[in-house]
């Protein structure tokens, strides 16, 4: 009687693992290599042969000549893909109000903003995964000084870059308009 129930188990088991293992993998990647050729082999960027960037990851942008990201908490090397991962602080957590706090002196001091100046929350708090390519509009507008300074252009031809790069809701509703920061970062390279 044991016998014959060992039998069908493993029948069973390798099935599955058939399956779910082998098909189901090849096929997904199959499909996701047809029908979106770009993201699945990771949004890379391109500059000639060389590759720059991803458009689905962050990169920390710190000369005053670029935009700079949100902050990132993926350890000692901010915007690490193998350390990807949230800093899991709640709402009432005093270690992320401090760090906020100090995060919104260091963007007015950096950005020549008034101490009572209102600073979008994206420049001060991490994203979930630590890697957010994308930020505010707010948050490029509020950087288009210091960038212009840096650059020797005026504002408004920075601002008119950042209008640009704009980029609406997803599907037209879900999010907010944003600005991605290396696209944005390569455009201005590019004028200036």
């Known amino acids: 009687m044991t016998h014959s ?16 293992g082998v098909a189901y993998p090849l096929a997904s990647t199959a499909l996701a290599t047809a ?13 000639g042969d ?6 689905q990851l962050g ?11 949100r902050p990132s908490v993926t350890g ?13 602080l ?19 001091k950096e950005n020549q903003l008034p101490a009572s100046a209102p600073v979008p929350v994206d420049a001060v708090t991490a994203s979930a995964s630590g890697l957010d ?15 212009a300074a840096a650059r020797h252009v005026p504002a408004a031809t920075v601002a008119d870059l950042v209008a640009q ?5 997803q599907w037209g509703f879900l999010g907010e308009p944003r600005v991605n920061v290396l696209a944005l970062n390569r455009a201005l390279d590019a004028a200036h």
């Open 5 to 20: 129930l060992v039998r069908p188990a493993l029948v069973s088991a390798v099935l599955f693992m058939a399956i779910t």
């Open 76 to 88: 000692d090397t901010p915007y690490n893909a193998a350390a990807s991962g949230a800093s899991n």
């Open 50 to 55: 060389t590759v720059v960037g991803s458009g």
């Open 133 to 147: 390519p994308d930020i505010s509009v707010a948050n490029a507008l509020a950087q288009v000084s210091r960038v």
């Open 165 to 169: 790069q704009r980029q609406g809701r």
């Open 59 to 69: 990169q920390n942008f710190t000369q005053p000549r670029y935009f700079h990201p």
């Open 35 to 47: 029908f979106f050729p770009s993201q699945s082999a990771g949004s890379l960027v391109r500059n």
């Open 90 to 108: 709640g709402a009432t957590s005093a270690k992320l109000r401090d760090a906020v706090a100090e995060r919104a002196a260091a963007y007015r």
